[in-house]
């Protein structure tokens, strides 16, 4: 048994296919196949069921993977801690992150890392399933850090730092009702369409828990995957929208108002898994991030 059948069994159960495995480890799939069925014959057990259009664990791969995990963190920190002994970081970072992450500069960030640590390969995605994806990322192990909108109570495993936040405001075209209004309460806005993000999006948990708590009821008629958009569906009459300040612009054809009554904060934050112990290289970004964005609450 080597680290490189653990690397590809580890990969297999996270991505739940043989071929997304390959791709991600960047071999063919052959070698993904033929590396687990080594390994099955070394341990002389099966592993992994493929009986099923997902790939899944036997009860003796279900013992086998908490351990490989261990192992393979274990080697990543040995060879971390000789990287930065000789001549700086080295190794991949994978950070998630929101389609539109405006409340700090992230390029500047990641600029700023990049400098610091040129040898750690950045791998930057962003969710297109939202903050929740990203946390299931996380969890799954197929991303190191996150940059996530999550309001209300944090996720067990999950801590969150965080960074900065956004007022969402009502928008609405210019020639809405509500337009020549500086606000309204969000008991007039029962029966009226909206424009938002898809479910598990941080700008639709957060206006979701607040219609909720009012006990108003609300339409979505559109989702939208990218709020960055919203301003402009919103301008077409589509609907109306809660958006972040920093998506709208100079506004032109639209109407911001202010919505009483409710908590309507958005919040970003850096979210690290608890279930194991970050890289070397997800350590400099935690720090960096924390001294680029002074924490909410710091004096």
Same mark, same amino acid.
């Given at each position: 048994?080597?680290?490189?059948?653990?690397?590809?069994?580890?990969?297999?159960?996270?991505?739940?296919?043989?071929?997304?495995?390959?791709?991600?480890?960047?071999?063919?799939?052959?070698?993904?196949?033929?590396?687990?069925?080594?390994?099955?014959?070394?341990?002389?057990?099966?592993?992994?069921?493929?009986?099923?259009?997902?790939?899944?664990?036997?009860?003796?791969?279900?013992?086998?993977?908490?351990?490989?995990?261990?192992?393979?963190?274990?080697?990543?920190?040995?060879?971390?801690?000789?990287?930065?002994?000789?001549?700086?970081?080295?190794?991949?970072?994978?950070?998630?992150?929101?389609?539109?992450?405006?409340?700090?500069?992230?390029?500047?960030?990641?600029?700023?890392?990049?400098?610091?640590?040129?040898?750690?390969?950045?791998?930057?995605?962003?969710?297109?399933?939202?903050?929740?994806?990203?946390?299931?990322?996380?969890?799954?192990?197929?991303?190191? #850090? !996150?940059?996530?909108? $999550?309001?209300?109570?944090? *996720? &067990? =495993?999950?801590? %969150?730092? @965080? #960074? !900065?936040?956004?007022? $969402?405001?009502?928008?609405? *075209? &210019? =020639?809405?009702? %509500?337009? @020549?209004?500086?606000?309204?309460?969000?008991?007039?806005?029962?029966?009226? =369409?909206?424009?938002?993000?898809?479910?598990?999006?941080?700008?639709?948990?957060?206006?979701?828990?607040?219609?909720?708590?009012?006990?108003?009821?609300?339409?979505?008629?559109?989702?939208?995957?990218?709020?960055?958009?919203?301003?402009?569906?919103?301008?077409?009459?589509?609907?109306?929208?809660?958006?972040?300040?920093?998506?709208?612009?100079?506004?032109?054809?639209?109407?911001?108002?202010?919505?009483?009554?409710?908590?309507?904060?958005?919040?970003?934050?850096?979210?690290?898994?608890?279930?194991?112990?970050?890289?070397?290289?997800?350590?400099?970004?935690?720090?960096?991030?924390?001294?680029?964005?002074?924490?909410?609450?710091?004096?």
């Amino acid at each position: 048994m080597d680290l490189r059948q653990l690397e590809y069994f580890v990969a297999v159960v996270e991505e739940g296919n043989y071929t997304r495995a390959a791709a991600r480890l960047h071999v063919v799939q052959s070698a993904v196949s033929a590396s687990i069925k080594r390994l099955e014959r070394e341990l002389g057990a099966q592993l992994l069921d493929r009986n099923s259009k997902r790939v899944l664990l036997t009860d003796a791969g279900a013992a086998l993977l908490p351990r490989a995990r261990v192992v393979l963190d274990s080697a990543r920190d040995a060879a971390d801690a000789v990287a930065e002994v000789h001549g700086g970081l080295r190794g991949t970072l994978r950070l998630g992150t929101m389609t539109s992450v405006e409340l700090i500069d992230l390029p500047t960030l990641l600029g700023e890392y990049h400098r610091r640590h040129p040898g750690v390969l950045l791998q930057i995605s962003a969710a297109t399933s939202g903050s929740r994806g990203l946390v299931d990322a996380l969890r799954e192990r197929r991303l190191d #850090l !996150a940059f996530v909108a $999550l309001p209300g109570a944090r *996720p &067990a =495993d999950v801590e %969150l730092t @965080g #960074l !900065a936040s956004s007022v $969402l405001d009502l928008v609405v *075209p &210019a =020639d809405h009702p %509500l337009a @020549g209004r500086g606000s309204v309460a969000v008991t007039e806005l029962a029966g009226l =369409d909206f424009i938002d993000s898809p479910l598990g999006f941080g700008t639709r948990s957060v206006t979701d828990a607040a219609f909720t708590a009012a006990a108003v009821p609300r339409t979505v008629a559109i989702e939208i995957p990218d709020i960055a958009t919203g301003a402009a569906y919103v301008r077409q009459g589509l609907g109306i929208a809660f958006l972040p300040r920093f998506v709208l612009g100079r506004a032109e054809g639209l109407a911001r108002l202010t919505v009483t009554g409710v908590d309507l904060r958005w919040p970003l934050s850096l979210a690290v898994p608890t279930d194991r112990a970050p890289s070397g290289a997800a350590r400099a970004m935690i720090a960096l991030t924390r001294d680029f964005v002074r924490p909410q609450g710091a004096p």
